[in-house]
């Protein structure tokens, strides 16, 4: 029995240690020569969405076609852009002034038409936003806003995770409670929820760690020092190890971590400054910025 017993261990470390992701290839995307920054690549990994070094305006990169196409200039519009339903249409934040205020609205632009609508008017609380399939769901001054912008009605509603005073909260079933899984005596930033919804990733600011844990809080498991941190399926994250000298960046290189924290594996060296990527659905393609607003798009493979 107890043979048995340790066998069974030591498959499922092999298990646990089997998964890896392979570089199948990297590529320099050539844009107009103008900068372009923080790209996100879209559900289907067909195109990218670049912005600029400020984060305004949006542009689209069609990666069969090469063509790039400006979709707005607005303010900030580069903050979290997000894509609904199919990836036909973008959701994007757009900030103003009033005094010295800032205020942020959200607004969502369809590809194939052009149109733009506002979905959530300037506001001084835009704390959270995601989408589920074609539907927006925003939570403005801790209370959950929805758009439906295509598609069907949610059957149910995701948990939708938020950043109020630094602080880490979480709005399920129309609820908002804070969450903090590592304390109050911490900031927090980037969370998002796994496509599956079964977990949430973060980065612990004072600590420069990303982290993972179930969807109500319980159990946050370290993935070491990751920025931006985001999903790449539900088995793997991926963010930017960069370091400064208080003045401009020196050194930034792209990793890949299991979600269980126990795969580290750097995809980029330290040839160039490698910052800020993102991931398709799928986890085959990553594409990331350099500090010269260089665009690349890797191929990726993983293994379970």
Request: glycine share 10%; with cysteine; hydrophobic share 35%.
């Amino acid at each position: 029995m107890r043979k048995t017993f340790l066998g069974v261990l030591v498959f499922m470390s092999q298990l646990i240690f089997a998964q890896g992701i392979e570089v199948i290839s990297t590529q320099a995307l050539k844009l107009d020569g103008q900068g372009a920054f923080l790209p996100k690549i879209s559900p289907k990994g067909d195109y990218i969405l670049v912005t600029g070094d400020d984060m305004s305006g949006l542009r689209k990169f069609d990666l069969a076609t090469g063509e790039l196409s400006t979709i707005t200039n607005d303010r900030s519009a580069g903050f979290n852009a997000q894509f609904a339903g199919d990836g036909s249409m973008i959701v994007y934040r757009t900030s103003e002034y009033k005094g010295r205020l800032r205020y942020s609205s959200l607004k969502s632009l369809d590809l194939k038409t052009g149109e733009t609508k506002q979905l959530i008017k300037p506001t001084r609380n835009l704390e959270g936003v995601s989408v589920e399939g074609g539907t927006v769901l925003a939570v403005n001054n801790g209370k959950l806003v929805t758009k439906r912008l295509s598609g069907e009605r949610l059957k149910t509603v995701p948990a939708i995770p938020s950043i109020k005073n630094s602080q880490l909260y979480i709005t399920v079933n129309g609820k908002t409670r804070q969450l903090s899984p590592n304390g109050t005596n911490v900031g927090y930033l980037w969370p998002s929820v796994s496509p599956d919804g079964s977990k949430l990733l973060y980065y612990v600011i004072d600590e420069a760690k990303a982290y993972v844990c179930n969807i109500d809080g319980s159990n946050p498991v370290s993935l070491g020092t990751l920025r931006a941190p985001v999903w790449m399926g539900n088995d793997w994250v991926v963010g930017m190890v960069d370091y400064d000298n208080g003045e401009v960046v020196t050194y930034s290189q792209i990793f890949a971590v299991t979600a269980q924290g126990t795969n580290r594996t750097a995809l980029t060296d330290q040839s160039q400054i490698c910052m800020y990527p993102s991931a398709s659905d799928d986890a085959s393609k990553i594409v990331y910025t350099t500090q010269n607003g260089e665009i690349y798009l890797m191929k990726v493979a993983t293994s379970k």
